[in-house]
Nanobody, 127 residues
Framework: QVQLVESGGGLVQAGGSLRLSCTASGRTFSNYAMGWFRQAPGKEREFVAAISWSGARTYYADSAKGRFTISRDNARNTVYLQMNSLKPEDTAVYYC????????????????????WGQGTQVTVSS
């Protein structure tokens, strides 16, 4: 059974930084793309960033480009989201997601392709 466990959320002032971590278990982590999504109150879940199985390719939402960095350590079965220059509009629950399709495929921005989800971690950015 695949499990994803996030950590690293919290309360930060605008302009600050946080690093989210997501540790996976239950399958060969290094064979699959991973993503981060977020959901603010009253809004739909939205794509933030994704990374290919090898880590060679990364993809970002426009809102994250230049401020967030996704990375992975396959030896530790962990994917990270480094968030800098945080804004109040980044406030949301952040979810780690694992691609449930074929291994060694490119990640997508569509949350329907991710069949494995963590429990979420709250990020709150105060102004």
């Amino acid at each position: 059974q695949v499990q994803l466990v996030e950590s690293g959320g919290g309360l930060v002032q605008a302009g600050g930084s946080l690093r989210l971590s997501c540790t996976a278990s239950g399958r060969t982590f290094s064979n699959y793309a991973m993503g981060w999504f977020r959901q603010a109150p009253g809004k739909e879940r939205e794509f933030v960033a994704a990374i290919s199985w090898s880590g060679a390719r990364t993809y970002y939402a426009d809102s994250a480009k230049g401020r967030f960095t996704i990375s992975r350590d396959n030896a530790r079965n962990t994917v990270y989201l480094q968030m800098n220059s945080l804004k109040p509009e980044d406030t949301a629950v952040y979810y780690c997601a694992g691609d449930s399709g074929d291994p060694f495929t490119e990640p997508t921005t569509n949350y329907h392709t991710y069949g494995y989800w963590g429990q979420g971690t709250q990020v709150t950015v105060s102004s």
